[in-house]
């Protein structure tokens, strides 16, 4: 019988390191549950796996579709399940790793989504604050948050295109799998010092340029690092303005992840991510494994 392994929590507590050192050990392989790791061209600003990183571990679900292109929560929960049932019924185990909370309810909970002929809408002129003024109008109880412009962007189009809103089941916390659900965590100093750590490593690996390079592309402005970097491109901002602002907007994203895993995964087992050595991290982890079989 297959294991499935779930690791969810906020950006930089180490999922992708903890996803394959368990990989390795349970002869896994992995689905990606990060939005933004779908995209082909992102690299730097998303923290995706790198080759070099996925040691040879199969991933799937990484480097889908392009910036250009519609992929809704609808298209990952299809294409999601569809690899999960295939491993299951291969009796191979499976790790699924991801920051994104929605793709993680869709592909493993009732979480009923319906396919539709999306529009194809430009909101790249549109604040965050436009967006959710719009999103108010349709429904002022949605619960989308300001930043969350992905989300927002969503929510509307599906409006604009249905004439429905976006509605939840009843059944959105029934899992459809087995699974094991751990997740990581930090004090928030110490989250904040590694989110800013890590703005300040995709700089010097090169952000600026693959930004210049990226800028033209439809879901561009959907990304943090991405999104301010656009303000400086069109001289709204200076480039340190930028680079402090993207380095807010992540603590915030962080935060957001951090209460929505915590209130929307109530089983989740919370690991307090050992920075310093981060072997004791996996061993809390496997020590959670095992204990399950």
């Known amino acids: 019988m297959s294991k499935i392994i779930v690791i969810a929590g906020p950006t930089a507590t180490g999922k992708t390191k903890l996803s394959i050192s368990l990989a ?6 992995i689905i990606n549950a990060d939005s933004t790791a779908i995209y082909k061209e992102p690299l730097i600003a998303t923290a995706k796996v790198t080759e070099e990183e996925k040691e040879g571990i199969i991933h799937y679900l990484i480097d889908t ?3 250009n292109d519609d992929y809704t929560l609808y298209d990952y929960q299809r294409d999601g399940r569809k690899i999960l049932d295939k491993l299951i019924s291969e009796n191979i185990n499976v790790i699924i790793v991801g920051g994104s909370g929605l793709y993680l309810k869709a592909l493993l909970y009732d979480y009923k989504l319906e396919q539709t002929e999306i529009k194809r809408i430009d909101y790249s ?3 965050n604050e436009e967006l959710k003024k719009i999103a108010d109008s349709i ?3 949605n619960n989308i948050h300001v930043n969350n412009r992905q989300r927002l ?3 509307i189009t599906f409006y604009k295109s249905t004439g429905s809103i976006i509605k939840k089941t009843d059944n959105i916390n029934k899992r459809m799998y087995d699974f094991i659900l751990i997740g990581l965590k930090a004090d928030r100093q110490m989250l904040y010092k590694m989110t800013d750590k890590r703005v300040d490593d995709m700089f010097n690996n090169g952000l600026l340029n693959e930004a210049k390079e990226l800028s033209n592309l439809k879901n561009f402005t959907n990304i943090i690092g991405y999104r301010e970097l656009y303000k400086y491109f069109k001289n709204e901002i200076s480039l ?3 680079k402090d602002l993207m380095k807010r907007n992540t603590r915030r ?5 951090y209460t929505w895993f915590n209130n929307q995964m109530k089983d989740i087992n919370w690991i307090e991510v050992d920075y310093n050595n981060f072997n004791n991290t996996i061993n809390k982890a496997i020590k959670i494994i095992d204990s399950n079989n």
Do not use: F, G, H, P
């Open 253 to 257: 994203y962080a935060k957001r992840q």
């Open 240 to 242: 340190e303005e930028a």
């Open 24 to 29: 390795k050990k349970y002869n896994a392989r």
């Open 153 to 155: 962007e969503r929510y």
């Open 125 to 127: 002129n549109y604040s």
């Open 65 to 67: 579709v392009s910036l």
């Open 139 to 141: 429904d002022i109880n």
